[in-house]
């Protein structure tokens, strides 16, 4: 029997895959069904919308992460950092890809991964927030 954590956690894995593929232009399937499915899984996720979770200082959201299971963590911070990457480069939002360079940078620090697209994108954001 799936428990509530993984089946979260498979929500998150999903979550991020999706984001992944929209980040490298490779949709499987249209943008419009992106986004049906990109706010059910918040709301399955955080119990809140994109909209909840953006306004709130990075350190509010890593405290959020922080309460769930220290292994989970580079999960959660691999999504945001898709999440706040894929948003901010689309909306042209400065505030989001500090985010994601925040989550991304925790990320690395948690997975103990050597992550070259991730990297990459820390140092495209970087240049862009310059």
Known sequence: MITDKE?????IRQLSQ???KLILDKPEESLMQKELD?????KDIFKMDFTE???KPKEEIIG???????????DYYEML???????GRGEHNNDFLDKAKTF???????????????????NEIKKALE
Do not use: C, W
């Not at 089946?7 to 929500?11: A, E, N, P, V, Y």
């Not at 991304?104 to 820390?122: C, D, H, K, M």
């Open 81 to 87: 950092g898709n999440l706040f990457y894929f948003k």
């Open 18 to 20: 999706a984001l992944e």
């Open 64 to 74: 959020i992460v922080n309460e769930r299971q220290e292994r989970d963590h580079k």
């Open 104 to 122: 991304y940078e925790r990320y690395l620090q948690t997975s103990g991964i050597f992550a070259l697209p991730v990297i990459n994108r820390i």
């Open 38 to 42: 990109f706010e059910s899984l918040m």
């Open 53 to 55: 979770i953006s306004s």
């Open 7 to 11: 089946f979260t956690l498979r929500l």
